[in-house]
């Protein structure tokens, strides 16, 4: 490899590195939420999750669905966690009291479970809820736009139809638009440093680049 490609191979490197580090100063938050997306950490027995249940609205647990939704406000993951994406624990969710549609989406399906309901989780490019018997429909969760269906005993990929105008002002309003300003100032510049690092050796004359050589 000449000099120009280990040059550029280098910058991109830098590149990444620099954006991971930015959005998980911890890059191993980003693998544990991965592994929790197919495998999710479910604890119907947990003793938090009793007394949220008994702390809200009397205690009188309606549908699971329902009662999540009112007990937990919806706040992204740079906001609960500061970070664009992140898989909580039953443990964390109960602990910040609020959260996104994974947070939601994990206390349901623990409570479904305490009550010995069957349910399936299914993720969308966007989204992620629980399905189950007497669940009340909502446009954004249907089985046409899954991308993942996993339950007790199945796994599977499917085929979504996406409305990919939809599903990019989505990411961009969860990912960019409730990112921190430092961070976002820390992001671009560390990708125009990058750019700027990788378009270096263009810069050089060609008998320059052979005199390093």
Not at 8 to 33: E, T
Not at 77 to 99: I, Q
């Amino acid at each position: 490899m000449d000099l120009r490609r280990r040059i550029r191979f280098f910058g991109v490197a830098l590149m990444l590195c620099w954006s991971l580090f930015v959005l998980y100063p911890n890059p191993l938050d980003l693998g544990v939420s991965v592994y929790r997306l197919f495998d999710p950490p479910i604890e119907p027995y947990h003793e938090k999750l009793e007394k949220f249940v008994n702390n809200s609205k009397g205690g009188h647990l309606e549908d699971p669905e329902t009662f999540v939704r009112s007990n937990l406000p919806y706040r992204y993951d740079w906001e609960v966690y500061g970070m664009p994406w992140y898989f909580p624990t039953v443990e964390e969710v109960l602990l910040k009291s609020k959260g996104d549609c994974k947070a939601q989406s994990l206390l349901i399906a623990s409570l479904l479970e305490l009550q010995g309901a069957p349910y399936r989780f299914f993720a969308s490019p966007t989204h992620i809820w629980v399905d189950y018997e007497g669940k009340k429909a909502r446009k954004n969760e249907n089985s046409e736009v899954a991308l993942v269906v996993f339950g007790e005993e199945d796994l599977g990929l499917k085929r979504p139809d996406i409305n990919w105008r939809n599903t990019l002002n989505t990411l961009k309003e969860a990912f960019w638009d409730h990112m921190p300003k430092k961070k976002k100032t820390s992001l671009v510049g560390g990708i125009v440093a990058g750019f700027l690092f990788i378009g270096f050796p263009g810069i050089i004359k060609d008998s320059s680049i052979k005199e390093m050589e």
